[in-house]
């Protein structure tokens, strides 16, 4: 009696580990998303100020040009954290490096100027306009209707290309949203058009308030 007594509980115990294991699932995969998009703004504003120091004369080429930090008399600034140049979502923890190419971030810019009402956000500084004011001109002729599907313009590149911006290699549906888009791959990050409330958590059929403003 007592052996068939713990089995029993051994089966319940089961039964329940079994029910909770999506909700923890989804817990560690939406802790996983904010921190890429933590690590993802980290990495656009050290894109910022590498580009202000150049006078917009010079892009990064590498995530290393970042974490080598910029010069300040006969030290080095540092503009990213070690962490930061990390993707969590990412298989090799990789960025995937986006180039200022129209046909790339003109998909992203058209959901963040939805996001935010019609309003597309102006670039940090005039130094930025020579790739804002050409990525602006091709925002109307972009269809971005689906959110949810991967990126349609998707290259991995993560070294020695110029890039104005990083995204994750993951082609997967998101949790959490990031300028109402659901899918890892189209979360651009970078110093261009930053708007304001930049995600939002939704679960399965039902979305949730925003959590998240900037």
């Known amino acids: 009696m007592t052996l068939i007594a713990v089995m029993g509980i051994m089966v319940i115990f089961a039964t329940a580990l079994l029910a909770v294991a999506p909700t923890v699932q989804m817990e560690v995969q939406r802790d996983k998303e904010l921190e890429s998009i933590r690590r993802g703004e980290e990495v656009a504003r050290a894109i910022e100020q ?18 080598e930090g910029l010069p300040q008399g006969t030290k080095k600034r540092m503009i990213l954290r070690p962490s930061a140049a990390t993707d969590p979502l990412s298989e090799d923890g990789k960025w995937r490096l986006i180039e200022p190419e129209p046909q790339v ?16 956000p102006s670039s940090p500084s005039q130094l930025f306009d020579r790739w804002a004011v050409v990525i602006v001109n091709s925002v109307t002729d972009v269809d971005e209707s689906d959110s949810t599907e991967p990126d349609p313009n998707y290259e991995v590149v993560t070294d020695n290309t110029p890039f104005i911006g990083v995204a994750s290699q993951s082609r997967s549906r998101s949790i959490v949203t990031y300028y109402g888009i659901e899918n890892h791959s189209k979360w651009i990050f970078t110093p261009l058009f930053r708007g304001s409330g930049t995600s939002r958590i939704i679960p399965p059929r ?3 308030p925003s959590i998240i403003t900037r």
């Open 50 to 67: 590498y580009v202000i120091h150049y006078r917009g004369t010079k892009l990064p080429e590498s995530i290393d040009d970042l974490l």
């Open 105 to 120: 971030i003109a998909a992203f810019a058209k959901r963040v100027q939805e996001y935010n009402n019609g309003l597309l």
């Open 206 to 208: 039902q979305p949730t």
